[in-house]
């Protein structure tokens, strides 16, 4: 079974237009609240907060089966988890 598979099942309610448009904006948000903390120096909290911006992205990129959101956002958690672990 596959991720795209499995996804609706554990969260019926981001198949809903409603769902995924709620995921869109809280990422969204999030990820404006890690830029912020950077600006701010706020570190490692702006890394946190890049990551569930970057996940929540991600999951959209899954949802709507849009490869090029998935792989900006697969390279940007990478990044993200390189730079969390202090590599």
């Not at 554990?10 to 769902?19: F, H, K, S, Y």
């Not at 909290?45 to 990551?51: G, K, P, Q, T, W």
């Amino acid at each position: 079974m596959t991720l795209q598979e499995t996804l609706p099942r554990i969260m019926p309610a981001l198949n809903a237009q409603t769902g995924v448009s709620t995921l869109k904006w809280a990422a969204s948000i999030i990820q404006i609240m890690g830029y912020t903390a950077t600006a701010m120096g706020m570190t490692p909290l702006n890394i946190y907060l890049f990551l569930a911006g970057l996940t929540g992205w991600l999951l959209v990129g899954v949802i709507w089966r849009d490869r090029a959101i998935m792989l900006i956002h697969v390279v940007a958690l990478g990044a993200m988890l390189v730079g969390a672990t202090g590599g």
